[in-house]
Structures are given as C-alpha cells and as structure tokens.
C-alpha cells in the first residue's frame, strides 16, 4: 500500500514539474482570450488565480514541450493586450493645473485607448493601434468650411477573415467608427490600413465575393502551362507543337488584310474619279464648251 502512494506521489510530482508557466500579472478576460487562442491551436493550457495584494491576477499554465510552440502563437496574435488608458484612467489622475497643451495631449491619449479597446473587444480583431491629430483652433482663423482645418485619423487593425469581418469590419464602418468619437471629425478624413492573419491563402477578405471549388471543378491555381520545348513565333512563345498552327493562322490574318487593303485602295481611286465626272460640264467636245452655232451645224443623231 505505502509503494502505491509513493508511485502516486511520484507521478504527480513528475507531472507537476512538466508545467511551466507562460504568463503571470495578467486579467481574467485576456487569460480566456489567450486560452481560447492557444486550444484552437492544439495546446493544452490551464489558468491559475493568484492573490497578490487583494488583487486577483492569473497566470497561463502550459506542458513544457509546448512553450515555445505558445510563445510564437501568442507573438503571432498579439498577446497579451494591454489594455490603452481611456478617458476614465487618464482624467482620474489630479496633480496641477495642466496648460492647453498637456490638456490637449491626454485627450488624445484618451480617445485613443477607448477606441483601441472597443476595438479589441471584437473576436475578429487581433490588434488595432489609431493615430488622432486634432488642429489647434486659430482665434482669428477663416470662417470658410473650405480652409479651416479638420482632425483626422490613421487606424491600423489587424484582424481574421472570417464571415462577421465581412460585414462588420468593413472600411467605412471602421471610418465611422473612428471619426463618431472624435468631435468635427469626418470620416472621409480617417485612413484605414487593414492586415489579415490567420487562415490558408484561398482565404476570402472583406469586399471579395466567396468562391466555392467543388469536385471535378478546377481552381484558380491550376493553371494549365505550356509543357515541352517552346519556341517563338512573331514574338509570341508558343510550345513546338502549336506553332505550325499559329503560323497558320497569322497567314490567313496577314491575307485578309492585304485583301482589306486592296479593297479599300480601289474604293478611293472609283470614288475620286466619280467626283472629277460629277464636276465636269455637261455641254462640252473633246474637252472644249460648245457654243450656239455649233449646235446648228450638228445633224441629227451627231
């Protein structure tokens, strides 16, 4: 019985040491995110509820074979977010009065983390970073639309093609976005810049149409190519055995268009020498006009 609970004790003990940690300090909704990122990707990972300071923190559990394989997952994922200052943290902090410039800079900074953690909140988005620029207002600037000056905005998403990226995703959804928290912002003045990951290179992205490849049907990527030696015809390269036909038919080409332009040569020679009849005088011999008395002397029939 005692070498049943030594074995016991041993295999646990060995089955403890094979589990490293892969992360630590981090919050409940990034360790689901992580865990659910790392199963799809065939690893087995556990989570771990720490108390540090009457916090809860969470750390990622992974096999020790399988810790670098989750590092270049989570790398490739962006993982884990750290989640952007908005306006709540970045106004809960007093201190002195702040010029117009520092006031000006944590606005920014606000709107910014609130729009980058909207963002990331999507399942589909796997990161997402914005860049605002709001114009100083001039005191005595212009009262023309046309030369005041607009904020703008550069958004960088990265995210996965899936169907609910399709429609939810698209640029000028994302422009609305961007541009609804930004005040006097138009969203024809935000830039999107869009990556996809994840995925196999047939991948259908926002704005195409899907394309279904069925049995017995040849894809896109099946292209047939010229096999066997080629050679050049007219510039063209051909394999040897199309050639003779291609030769062909550029002769019967080449023929017809010497016959078009026979053709054409003989219409404009008629029609110029029915114009020249057309303007010569009715009443005229060999060339010379006719006068009174030469109709006199002509007999009938002359």
Known sequence: MKRAWLIIVVLMLVTACSKV???????????????????????????????VQNESTWMIIVDKD????????????????????????VYKEGGLIKTP????????????????????????????????????KEEFGSNDPAEKKHP???????IR???EAQ?????????????????????????????????????????????????????????STPSGPTV????VEVSESSSNRLKIYLAVFLGLLALLSIALVITVIHTHRVRQESQRPSGTVDGQLMGPDDHKQLGPGE
Do not use: C
């Open 152 to 158: 703008s905005a550069s958004l960088i998403i990265k």
């Open 21 to 51: 940690e892969l992360y630590h300090n981090l919050g409940e909704d990034e360790v689901n995110e992580i865990l659910v990122v790392l199963n799809d990707s065939g690893i087995h990972a556990s989570k771990k509820e720490k108390i």
């Open 167 to 223: 429609a939810n995703l698209t640029e000028a959804k994302l422009q609305r976005f961007v541009a609804n928290a930004v005040p006097e912002m138009d969203p024809r003045d935000v830039t999107v810049i869009t990556s996809y990951v994840g995925g196999n290179s047939n991948r259908t992205l926002p704005g195409q149409s899907p394309s279904v490849i069925t049995p017995g049907m040849p894809s896109h990527s099946n292209v």
């Open 66 to 89: 399988d810790l670098e394989r989750a590092r270049k997952i989570l790398v490739s994922h962006n993982l884990p977010h750290r989640k952007q200052p908005g306006i709540a943290e």
């Open 232 to 235: 050049m015809v007219a510039g």
């Open 101 to 136: 410039d520092e006031q000006k800079a944590h606005f920014i900074i606000a709107i910014k983390g609130d729009l980058v953690n909207a963002l990331r909140k999507d399942p589909d988005v796997v990161d997402a970073d914005v860049v605002i620029n709001i114009p100083d």
């Open 161 to 163: 093609p899936t169907p």
